[in-house]
């Protein structure tokens, strides 16, 4: 039976079925070796951070749910990276997997070398095989990593990273971050047999007993085709986590009352937009994707997969949930902030704040220093987002990752990017290496583009090598809407 959506999308896209087998799990590695990345030595007087990652098969409790997944070490999010913005940071994966895996960096300018993309940027690391990742990290913010193979990402592979500016003063009473997350792998079923179903062109993934069933008109308030995003994702998920906890055995977290306290979020989701709110506060937006901007007062706000927000609060008395509302989905991911004695609302308490303002990143304006200076793009550069769920193929400039042409930039330019989504989905688009200005000159490093949209976005191409453009809906990007961008010294 067609979807809605495959009947929205029917006839924009082109491509037929022979297409998917450019969507190998690992992309398929050049024709020859890339060989070890060349060592990086610190600066005189940098200050490295050295850590070891074991990526793993392991058990993990969600809160009352155990589940069989892949994680680094045994939790999910894995552990906390921390460095100064100038740092160098040396962190060796062992990959204990039964796969190929690999670690990208997410939103971090470095060098070409340790983005962690196999095929493109290194060799893919094999089972047993251990890799060091050796660069610079030159921005402050919140980011985050996860490996850049297959759908991984969607196990519990990912942890945050953070970068500390040097000149920031500690302004804050304490500081905590909230990794969002939607989980299925280890309930019945795995990332992969889910991308299996949705490429098999049976109708998006709803086989699986233990799932709540198809988002298509069946969630009550979780209708598809709902403003602003649209069909905001192809997965019904069993579970929506914050920190790694369901909402039933939430993680807790405290403060005193009249705390002011950043919260760092992270979407580390692979197919879910969030609408976040505290309930009975208001918050203050300050960063996305690293960058400051010119606070912005909320009652809750959307985060795409692989985007960041910081934001501020000063808590109240009391016990508050901090909720995640999965967009056009039903459930919800829910942490607690305790500053004091009483009972946790019910699970299912509804929140007034998510009835308020809602805030879109696109509305936020840049601080002074976060600016991209203006100036007039040298190169224009078009990403032409096309889809469909069946059969399940998402691509870039008519064709899937693999088979679309790589862009070809040149160094030194200011080069726009305009990107076009012409399908009935929202997509986080997210570039590698560098962060784009959107036209007021927000810096980001993923954009939500709503359907029928287009968004022109500024970089300077100052970073040579080979980089990724791509869908931070992870069965989008490994259904084929990624594209490379290259450019030499
Ligand atoms: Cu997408």
Redesign the pocket.
């Known amino acids: 039976m067609a979807s809605r959506r495959s009947l929205l999308l029917g006839g924009l896209a082109t491509v037929g079925t022979m297409a998917l087998s450019a969507c190998s799990k690992s992309p398929s590695p050049a024709s020859s070796p890339i060989g070890p990345a060349p060592t990086l030595n610190p600066a005189p007087g940098q200050n490295v951070v050295t850590k070891s990652l074991v990526a793993k098969p392991t058990t993990l409790d969600l809160g009352g749910v155990m589940v069989d997944t892949w994680a680094y070490g045994d939790a999910a999010p894995g552990p906390l990276l921390r460095a100064t913005a100038g740092d160098m940071l040396r962190i060796t994966l062992d990959n204990q997997l039964p796969e190929d895996t690999t670690i990208h960096w997410h939103g971090i300018r470095l060098r070409n070398v340790a983005d962690g993309v196999p095929g493109q940027t290194q060799d893919p690391v094999r089972p047993g095989a251990a890799y060091t990742y050796e660069f610079t990290a030159p921005d402050p913010g919140t980011y985050f990593f996860h490996p850049h193979v297959g759908v991984q990402l969607d196990r519990g592979l990912y942890a945050p990273l953070i970068i500390d500016d040097p000149s920031e003063p500690g302004r804050y009473d304490a500081e905590w971050v909230v990794v969002l997350d939607d989980w299925i792998d280890g309930t019945g079923t795995t990332p992969d047999e889910v991308f299996t179903d949705l490429t098999g062109g049976q109708g998006a993934g709803m086989h699986h007993g233990n799932m709540g069933g198809m988002d298509h008109g069946s969630g009550g308030m979780a209708m598809s085709g709902k403003l602003p995003f649209g069909d905001a994702g192809d997965v019904v998920y069993p579970h929506y986590l914050i920190n790694g906890r369901t909402p039933a055995d939430p993680d807790v977290l405290r403060a005193k009352p009249g705390q002011r306290v950043r919260i760092r979020m992270i979407n580390a989701g692979a197919d879910t937009i969030f609408a976040v709110a505290l309930g009975g506060h208001r918050m203050t937006v300050t960063a996305t994707d690293g960058w400051a901007v010119e606070p912005v007062t909320t009652d809750a706000l959307y985060i795409g997969m692989g985007e960041r927000y910081d934001v501020e609060v000063t808590l109240g008395d009391g016990v508050f949930p901090l909720v995640a509302a999965p967009f056009g989905k039903a459930g919800r991911a829910r942490a607690l902030i305790r500053t004091g004695p009483g009972q946790a609302p019910a699970v299912d308490a509804s929140l007034a704040e998510l009835d308020g303002r809602v805030l879109f990143g696109t509305e936020l304006r840049p601080t002074e220093s976060s600016r991209l200076d203006p100036k007039d793009p040298d190169d224009h550069q078009m990403l032409h987002?096309a889809?469909q769920m069946q059969p399940y193929v998402?691509t870039i400039n008519g064709k899937p990752f693999g088979k679309n042409s790589p862009l070809s930039l040149t160094r030194g330019t200011r080069t726009r990017l305009q990107m076009m989504n012409m399908t009935m989905?929202t997509?986080?688009m997210h570039l590698h290496g560098h962060t784009f200005a959107l036209p007021n000159g927000l810096r980001e490093d993923t954009v939500l583009i709503p359907p029928m949209r287009t968004i022109d976005v500024d970089f300077d191409a100052d970073n040579p090598g080979d980089w990724m453009a791509h869908?931070h809906?992870i069965y989008?990007?490994e259904a084929g809407?990624m594209i490379a961008l290259n450019y030499a010294t």
């Open positions: 987002l889809g998402w989905m997509h986080p869908c809906n989008h990007a809407m």
